[in-house]
Nanobody, 119 residues
Framework: QVQLGESGGGLVQPGGSLRLSCAASGFTFNSAVMRWYRQAPGKERELVASISSAGVTTYAPDSVKGRFTISRDNAKNTVYLQMNNLKPEDTAVYYC????????????WGQGTQVTVSS
């Protein structure tokens, strides 16, 4: 079965950095688009970044451009989100996501990892 497992979250001070990891299994990882979402308290879940099977990256919010980098290691079936110069508004649960066509299009989600940016 499809499984996504995020790790790497934690508490950091503003200006700090974290690297999130998402370990994937149960599908052909190297052919899949992988995405990171986040959800802050009281807010909608939003797309943060995506990376195609060819390694083309997209960053959705202007606020993360230049600070966050999505990457993937197909040999490890893992997608990463490097987050630098973190700001309090980055505080959220970060989720790994993959859209797959298994009979029908379906989004698969990890359990999330908490990122808290606070002094």
């Amino acid at each position: 079965q499809v499984q996504l497992g995020e790790s790497g979250g934690g508490l950091v001070q503003p200006g700090g950095s974290l690297r999130l990891s998402c370990a994937a299994s149960g599908f052909t990882f190297n052919s899949a688009v992988m995405r990171w979402y986040r959800q802050a308290p009281g807010k909608e879940r939003e797309l943060v970044a995506s990376i195609s099977s060819a390694g083309v990256t997209t960053y959705a919010p202007d606020s993360v451009k230049g600070r966050f980098t999505i990457s993937r290691d197909n040999a490890k079936n893992t997608v990463y989100l490097q987050m630098n110069n973190l700001k309090p508004e980055d505080t959220a649960v970060y989720y790994c996501n993959v859209p797959l066509m298994i009979g029908s299009i379906r989004n698969y989600w990890g359990q999330g990892t908490q990122v808290t940016v606070s002094s």
